[in-house]
């Protein structure tokens, strides 16, 4: 097994920890609240004073920091105390463009360098659940990737371009947030409607629109606009959507209903609903 440096035991960090501890590694950690990482003590991990100790030793040393800035400022402080062969797989949600021009500092510095975040919840990271993608040099991959299927069910390394899992990290968190916002507008009319939230809910159970996404993403993607559910019917629907809310606040609908007027009203009305993507995609 690997000798293993962990730097940031959060509600992620801990649980990928304690996954590879079950497995056998030889795990030390370190975070700047240092009773995150004592609490992983007792299941075998090392708690190290610094994160330079931490990675002193370490084969592969893997992060999951809150951002930018701390990402930046903890390899900063770890970099003199790698291993010359170690390389190093960061697991946080980070800018796009900051992790392009961290790994350009870290390529120019030597530094065998992943950036891998995931779509994992903290039990997800104990029973090796999810999602990861891995941006990076395919051979640095090939080295970790044994060890990286071991922390989840999914590893998909999506290439070479160093940004490309920060983006697709962030198109996959826009997708769940605005879910969520969704569902609270949905709440927001059943609330109105004094219908119970739970059976408002209740009904995904039997509607699953998640076919929305095969069904109409790609006719987005490629400036498909040709009818299967009218725009201009679609923003009548919005508007019942609005009065059933009544006076409850919203946070999806007026936005979307901003969208379609101005989109209705450069002369999309009669294209289909997938218009909305008009303003920010070219037609093929």
């Not at 170690?86 to 065998?112: E, F, K, N, Y």
Request: hydrophobic fraction near 50%; charged fraction near 20%.
């Amino acid at each position: 097994m690997n000798s293993v440096a962990f730097l940031g035991t959060g509600l992620l960090g801990a649980g990928m920890v304690e996954r590879m501890l079950a497995q056998g590694n030889s795990v030390t950690v370190w975070n700047r609240t240092q009773s995150k990482a004592q609490a992983l003590q007792q299941m075998g991990a090392v708690v190290a004073e610094t994160a330079g100790d931490a990675v002193a030793a370490a084969d592969h040393v893997h992060l999951a920091l809150t951002d930018d800035a701390v990402v930046d400022a903890v390899l900063l402080e770890v970099i003199p105390r790698l291993r010359r062969e170690a390389i190093v797989m960061d697991h946080s949600t980070t800018s796009p463009s900051a992790t392009q021009a961290r790994v350009d500092r870290l390529t120019r510095a030597g530094v065998r360098f992943l950036h891998a975040p995931v779509f994992m919840s903290p039990q997800m990271c104990r029973e090796g659940k999810g999602l990861m993608m891995v941006s990076g040099r395919s051979d640095t991959f090939d080295a970790v990737q044994p060890a990286l299927v071991r922390m989840t069910g999914d590893v998909w390394y999506v290439g070479e371009r160093s940004d490309l899992a920060a983006a697709y990290k962030l198109f996959g968190n826009s997708m769940i947030f605005a879910i969520n916002a969704g569902l609270s507008d949905v709440l927001a009319m059943a609330t109105n409607l004094e219908i119970p939230g739970r059976d408002a809910v209740g009904l995904f159970s039997r509607f699953n629109t998640s076919l929305a996404i095969p069904m109409r993403g790609q006719k987005m993607a490629t400036g498909d606009f040709s009818a299967m559910f009218e725009l201009v019917m679609a923003r009548k629907d919005l508007r019942l959507m609005i009065e059933a809310a009544g006076h409850q606040p919203l946070i999806v609908l007026p936005a979307l209903a901003a969208r379609m007027d101005a989109v209705i009203a450069d002369g999309h009305g009669s294209d289909d609903f997938a218009a909305i993507a008009a303003p920010v995609v070219s037609p093929v």
